[in-house]
């Protein structure tokens, strides 16, 4: 079993930019889809964007042209860079498979958390 570890959340104001950064452990990190997903305070865990092998994208209507995706199969990282964020952005993110929690990372990590608040 491999580990995802998160990193990069923070207290940010609204409009303002984070970039998030998942560090994947084994060595065949790069044959997954890989996305990034968010949990709220009292909301289900959502989907947030998703990169394929090839470095296709895909993203929640919610961030589209605000949040972009991208990987180093070279470092076995994805990232998430984040723009124009708005308070409704405030949770918990994580990154894992697309579909998630595929072997072996069948386990969240501890994700990482952004507040977006004035």
């Known amino acids: 079993q491999e580990r995802l570890v998160e990193s990069g959340g923070g207290l940010v104001q609204p409009g303002g930019s984070l970039r998030l950064s998942c560090a994947a452990s084994?060595?065949?990190?790069?044959?997954?889809?890989m996305g990034w997903y968010r949990q709220a305070p009292g909301k289900q865990r959502e989907q947030v964007a998703v990169?394929?092998?090839?470095?296709?994208?895909n993203y929640a209507d919610s961030v589209k042209g605000r949040f972009t995706i991208s990987r180093d199969n070279a470092k076995n990282t994805v990232n998430l860079q984040m723009n124009s964020l708005k308070p409704e952005d405030t949770a918990v993110y994580y990154c894992?498979?697309?579909?998630?929690?595929?072997?072996?990372?069948?386990?969240w990590g501890q994700g990482t958390q952004v507040t977006v608040s004035s």
């Open positions: 894992s498979t697309a579909p998630p929690r595929l072997y072996p990372y069948n386990d």
């Open positions: 990169i394929t092998t090839g470095g296709s994208t």
């Open positions: 084994g060595s065949r990190f790069s044959i997954y889809v």
